[in-house]
């Protein structure tokens, strides 16, 4: 386990790192809809998929107050230390499949702060897909945080010309200095209150759906293969 001060200075130097991307690359496309309907019906729900959710803080309307959702355990401390020097807020919980996890991984508790951090006006932005496993796959969870909170979902992609894929869980991409980036937004999903189980696995599919389209789409932008409009 790395020591405070080792979270520290890599949470500081990953900040810095992300802040280096982030100011070298161009944004070639910056979909409206994080201006034209995120900014007006804030807060908002904003769902990503693993490996796309630490450039959040650098692409916000910095008039949108925002908090991260991040796991629990000690490696996410770096991440936490990052998105905080970024002015982001965090919450900290980690998803599970099964019920009887959510209790023991701070499910619930995290859950509670991100309904009381939506009903103060800030809006969250957190991964569909439930670590580790399966990637590209959105869980119920923020389904029902949109349910509760009665908060539209915005799914959201970032992706950069220049990366540097990992071999892992989520296959995530590292976003690389001097890219060519763009941030592609799915339709927002409004949960209503009295829905069905049946009608929140569709909405949950829909937000699969959605986030893949919406990916697919960033990355044809930035490598190319289509143009932004």
């Keep these: ?17 992300l802040k280096l991307v ?7 496309h910056q979909d409206p809809l994080i201006r034209d309907f995120a900014v007006p019906n804030k807060p908002v729900i904003v769902a990503l998929w693993h490996g796309q959710h630490l450039m959040v803080p650098l ?29 982001l807020g965090t919450v900290r919980a980690s998803g599970a499949h099964r019920s009887k996890d959510v209790r023991r991984k701070g499910g619930a508790a995290g ?59 989520d296959s995530a991409s590292v976003n690389l200095p001097f890219s060519r980036a763009a941030i592609v937004c799915g339709e927002p999903i409004l949960v209503p209150k009295d829905s069905s189980d049946m009608a929140i696995e569709a909405l949950r599919r829909r937000l699969t759906a ?13 490598d190319g293969t289509t143009q932004a409009n």
Excluded: C
């Excluded at 386990?1 to 979270?7: D, H, I, L, Y």
């Excluded at 910095?62 to 991040?70: G, N, S, T």
């Excluded at 908060?151 to 071999?167: E, F, G, M, Q, T």
């Excluded at 959605?210 to 930035?222: E, F, G």
């Design 22 to 28: 982030h100011r070298t690359s161009r944004i070639v």
């Design 59 to 87: 692409v916000r309307p910095p008039e949108m107050p925002f908090a991260v959702l991040l796991a629990r355990h000690a490696d996410a401390e770096v991440n936490a230390i990052a998105i905080s020097r970024l002015g």
């Design 1 to 17: 386990m790395r020591s405070p001060t080792v979270q520290r200075v890599l949470g500081r130097t990953l900040a810095g790192y």
């Design 111 to 169: 859950f509670l702060e991100m309904l009381s951090a939506l009903g103060e006006g800030i809006s969250m932005a957190l991964t569909a897909d439930v670590p580790r496993g399966p990637a590209k796959q959105a869980g119920r969870g923020i389904i029902l945080l949109a349910q509760h909170s009665g908060r539209p979902i915005l799914p959201l992609a970032y992706a950069s010309s220049r990366r540097l894929d990992v071999s892992s869980w």
């Design 210 to 222: 959605s986030l893949d389209a919406a990916t697919a789409k960033a990355y044809a932008i930035v």
